[in-house]
């Protein structure tokens, strides 16, 4: 710890900042960049630290000065670690920068509840209420220049407390402001500022402020990890303290204190603890925070005598009555649990049977049971027949429907059962196939490259499909996906830039020419083709010497089924709008109250003669105009009479059970290896292909909704 110009005495201590190790030393070492001693005459490298200036007031001072070449330099970048004292007030520390004694430049430092480590507010510097934060700020010297300094002007930089410093270095304008900034995550870096180093403030000359060894300044804070839970952290050097919330203590106010402890639970009751409380399980007929209160819970009388039978014939019911008041329910306790009547059924004499219905014509109707038990009835068309509107799963008649058939309602009085209608082929089957690649991304870079490959080999795997060389199918509306402009979207679909490139492509298929069983085959053949094996590798992408093959998982198809006016699909095919139907909005709608339709595929309904009106909706025939309508001279309200046996037949419909109805979807399976066809259930209006169950490809009867929701065949 001692030198000298011989090595021997007389000696000096090795001063601040440095150490001397060896007997005899004609020089000290100076300690590693950024480092400082305690004190002088420092004999060891290990005594040797990094250091902070601590500002303990407003009257606290750090003053040094500043060596700078003036015309090569244009600015100065000030970095430094600051934080404001524990017991911080409402002072704000200052930074002055002096030439020749005289203030020329003031930076006040104010604390802000965002820490804004960009500080890049003008006049002003803002930091943490209390945590370290790193600084960066530009000086420009040039308008110290036009105060006419020169090469003995002197330029001193002082810091007024109350403030806490470490590695305040001031560098030349070759430093950017960005590298200071990326090096902000660290206290201590490996350079210091080539125009006032941290080092020199060893030796500057401090009034009512220390140098503080070893340095405190804290670059990570500890509360990031929520040590303490849901409690209140304060972050510290190397740790954090916790401040408990009610209910909890310990070092990480990890130990739930025990309420139990000083509880006052009553009547023999349990304790549970709780968070700053504790529960009072209470024992039997006892309630309340503390179990403080006894109640009764209620209980049954015996049964009353049985009532009388509510029918006069099969199914009735019968009942009786018990009541809670053996004890009643006393103080809050519970009332009786289960029913207080008690219901079973009763017969007196035979009831009314179910009529046997009659097959629609070119139809089949099996039924199980008998008019008197009830029937429970499924309908179907003969081959080369269907229906034009959906039909229920099986009709009923039986005790649940007071042995009316369920057909039988406000809008078909006279019971009349769907019709079986000649099916003929489709004018036109199309379907569309849509493939998304596997973690192929467009961007603004690769957008052109990928559209042109993807373009390419779908083109030239498009001529090679059998129909295409057969002739058999037509390829349209082939684009790009998720690579570049694309159509309009009609349902809301996923962020494109989150979303895999890939393609879209509609086969078409003339059903007047092959007819609709060959169009079916060879488009349900072109789709499926995409998935074999071979027909990956042929439609992969080469970019940037990445193969892209397509996504097995994200392919989808869907089919539709073009008709005549007049006519709906039926599966592959088209059956006109029957008798009492017509068409509208590609859909067989009911004629309505005072119309009629006799005949097949027509666009519109027959008008009842003047005077006269139907029963019920799809009405057949003109003999369904059988409802007179009677104009009343006194008031000119129209008055329809109808039969008193329709008026009770309304009626009791009005109270039957409704009957819902399955929508049918059409599903073509995707997968790799073999191919098997499969029945499955369709959407109106097309035959779809959707990815459930790998190697399937499903074809199947579409049925379509009717204007009431209800599946039509």
């Known amino acids: 710890g001692q030198w000298s110009v011989t090595g021997v005495t007389p000696c000096s201590p090795c001063p601040l900042g440095s150490y001397g190790e060896d007997i005899g030393s004609t020089v000290c070492a100076a300690c590693p960049i950024s480092q400082t001693t305690l004190t002088q005459g420092r004999s060891n490298i290990t005594d040797c630290s990094y250091f902070d200036i601590f500002l303990s007031s407003s009257e606290s001072k750090a003053v040094s000065d500043i060596e700078l070449n003036w015309q090569n330099t244009s600015r100065i970048v000030l970095s430094s670690w600051v934080r404001f004292p524990v017991s911080f007030n409402s002072t704000s520390p200052t930074l002055f920068f002096r030439i020749n004694g005289k203030v020329e430049e003031t930076l006040p430092i104010e604390p802000t509840n965002n820490t804004d480590t960009e500080n890049n507010e003008i006049g002003r510097i803002l930091i943490d209420e209390k945590e370290w934060t790193f600084v960066v700020r530009s000086i420009d010297i040039q308008k110290f220049k036009r105060l006419g300094v020169n090469e003995n002007s002197t330029f001193t930089i002082t810091i007024q407390g109350p403030l806490v410093v470490s590695q305040f270095n001031i560098w030349s304008a070759s430093y950017e402001e960005e590298k200071l900034r990326n090096e902000s995550n660290r206290c201590v870096i490996n350079e210091t500022g080539d125009v006032l180093p941290w080092k020199q403030w060893e030796n500057a000359h401090l009034e009512g402020s220390w140098i503080q060894i070893p340095s405190m300044c804290d670059d990570i804070n500890e509360c990031d990890e929520h040590p303490c839970g849901n409690n209140t ?44 409380e504790y529960l009072c399980i209470c024992p039997p007929n006892y309630k309340g925070d503390l179990c403080e209160t006894l109640f009764l819970h209620g209980n049954w009388s015996k049964w009353d005598e049985w009532s009388q039978c509510s029918e006069t014939c099969g199914n009735g019911t019968k009942s009786r009555k018990r009541y809670c008041t053996n004890p009643a329910p006393y103080n809050g306790g519970k009332f009786c649990t289960g029913n207080n009547t008690e219901v079973t059924h009763c017969n007196v004499k035979e009831c009314p049977v179910c009529s046997v219905p009659e097959a629609p014509d070119n139809g089949t109707l099996n039924c199980t049971g008998s008019p008197h038990t009830g029937f429970n009835c499924t309908i179907a068309c003969n081959s080369g027949f269907s229906f034009d509107r959906g039909v229920k799963p099986y009709y009923e008649c039986g005790p649940t429907t007071l042995f009316l058939w369920d057909f039988n309602s406000d809008d078909n009085p006279n019971g009349d059962l769907p019709t079986c209608n000649p099916v003929q082929e489709s004018k036109e089957l199309s379907a569309n196939f849509r493939a998304l690649y596997e973690d192929l991304y467009c961007d603004e870079e690769n957008n052109d490259i990928i559209n042109a490959k993807i373009n390419v080999n779908v083109e030239l795997f498009l001529e090679e499909l059998p129909c295409r060389q057969k002739m058999t199918c037509n390829t349209t509306d082939f684009v790009i996906l998720n690579c570049g402009k694309e159509p309009t979207r009609k349902k809301r679909s996923p962020d494109p830039s989150k979303m895999t490139a890939g393609f879209q492509v509609k086969f078409s298929c003339s059903a007047m020419t092959l007819g609709s069983e060959v169009c079916a085959e060879e488009l349900i053949g072109a789709i499926t083709s995409f998935e074999e094996p071979a027909s990956r590798s042929k439609l992969a992408v080469n970019v ?3 193969m892209y093959e397509i996504d097995s998982n994200q392919t989808s198809a869907s089919g539709e089924v073009q008709c005549d006016p007049g006519y709906v699909s039926s599966g592959i095919s088209c059956v006109p709008c029957g008798v009492g139907n017509f068409f509208l909005d590609g859909l067989c709608r009911k004629c309505e109250y005072g119309f009629y339709q006799d005949e097949l595929g027509q666009t519109g309904c027959k008008q009842c003669p003047p005077g006269t009106t139907t029963p019920g909706r799809a009405s057949r025939g003109a003999e369904s105009c059988s409802v007179k309508m009677i104009l009343e001279e006194d008031n000119s309200e129209l008055y329809t009479g109808i039969g008193t046996s329709i008026a009770t037949l309304v009626v009791v419909v009005a109270i039957m059970t409704a009957v819902i109805f399955k929508v049918r979807k059409l599903e073509l399976k995707l997968g790799e290896g073999a191919v098997k066809l499969q029945k499955k259930d369709c959407q109106p209006d097309a035959f779809n292909f959707q990815e459930e169950d790998a190697n399937v490809v499903s074809l199947c009867t579409i049925r379509r909704l009717d204007d009431n929701g209800v599946p039509l065949t």
């Open 233 to 276: 952290c304060n972050n510290e050097l190397g740790g954090v303290t916790c401040e408990c919330n009610l209910g909890y203590r310990g070092t990480y106010c990890e130990e739930n204190i025990d309420d139990c402890l000083t509880s006052i639970c009553q009547n023999n009751s349990t304790c549970v603890d709780g968070i700053n």
């Open 544 to 546: 940037s010497n990445t």
